[in-house]
């Protein structure tokens, strides 16, 4: 069973990073492709378009290493972080693809601890969670992404006013496969899950259909005691490997 279990974790992030890649290429892509199609019938050639396709080019360089990033097996590295700059790394990766949708993503962060993680992984967590809440929104929406100390730790809430979920359908959200995407995996929430967990934390889903989503990602802070569990957990994820 936990050989399966890795198995599907390795299914899972490699259907999210495909799913994701894609995404986020089809776009610089297609601007590439319009522009090669204007330098063809185009003279002279416009140093200004150089400079556009020369950008895309750079941006889809940045995905691809973020993404390889994200997908090389790694062991786990504990350290702390500020949360506010792992949020603002993730809202930057997918910033093009909120503008294709027409959603803003509004931060609203307060001061927090930091937190002891594992930023690669925690990344693809918030990644996931904030591409599923772009995904169910409509043109001319808006997603929160909220930061807020709570009790001894932290809370990371990311709210859409999408589609949201009936009750029916929230409760097969743990189901592995489980998805109503074409392209989806349905195993993205999951890992997410497991991950979070990994950090002793808690992911906590609340829906409405018609109204939207919200996903909280509740994470212990560092602190003495986070030290010990630290050290344990690293042991953990070697015995594992
Ligand atoms: P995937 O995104 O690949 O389908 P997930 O495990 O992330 O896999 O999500 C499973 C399903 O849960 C999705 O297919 C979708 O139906 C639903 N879902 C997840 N997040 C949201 C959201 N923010 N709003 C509405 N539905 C959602």
């Given at each position: 069973a936990?050989?399966?279990m890795?198995?599907?974790?390795k299914l ?21 492709k ?23 080019l750079?941006?889809?360089e940045?995905?691809v290493?973020?993404?390889l ?23 930057a990766?997918l ?7 027409n ?13 002891v993680?594992?930023v690669?992984r925690?990344?693809?967590?918030f ?14 929406g ?23 979920m ?7 959200l ?12 349905g ?13 002793r934390?808690?992911?906590c ?6 109204r ?11 602190g ?16 594992q490997?």
């Amino acid at each position: 069973a936990e050989a399966f279990m890795q198995q599907a974790e390795k299914l899972a992030v490699v259907g999210q990073l495909a799913a994701g890649i894609a995404h986020e290429i089809r776009n610089p892509l297609t601007t590439l492709k319009g522009f090669v199609q204007l330098l063809r019938v185009a003279r002279p050639v416009k140093p200004e378009h150089l400079e556009i396709m020369d950008a895309e080019l750079r941006r889809i360089e940045r995905i691809v290493q973020e993404f390889l990033l994200l997908a090389r097996p790694q062991p786990a590295v504990w350290q702390t972080h500020d949360l506010a700059q792992v949020l603002d790394d993730v809202i930057a990766l997918l910033d093009t693809q909120a503008l294709m949708r027409n959603v803003r993503i509004c931060r609203d962060y307060s001061p927090v601890p930091q937190v002891v993680c594992d930023v690669h992984r925690l990344k693809q967590v918030f990644i996931h969670i904030l591409q599923n809440a772009l995904e169910a929104s409509a043109a001319g929406g808006m997603v929160h992404v909220v930061l807020q100390p709570r009790h001894e730790g932290v809370v990371v809430r990311i709210v859409d006013q999408g589609a949201g979920m009936s009750p029916e359908r929230l409760a097969r959200l743990g189901e592995p496969f489980y998805t109503t995407k074409e392209k989806g995996t349905g195993l993205g929430l999951m890992v997410s899950r497991r991950i979070v967990e990994a950090h002793r934390g808690h992911l906590c889903i609340a829906s409405e259909e018609g109204r939207g989503t919200t996903v909280e990602v509740i994470l212990p802070a560092t602190g003495p005691w986070t030290a010990r569990w630290t050290e344990r957990t690293r042991n953990e994820g070697e015995t594992q490997t």
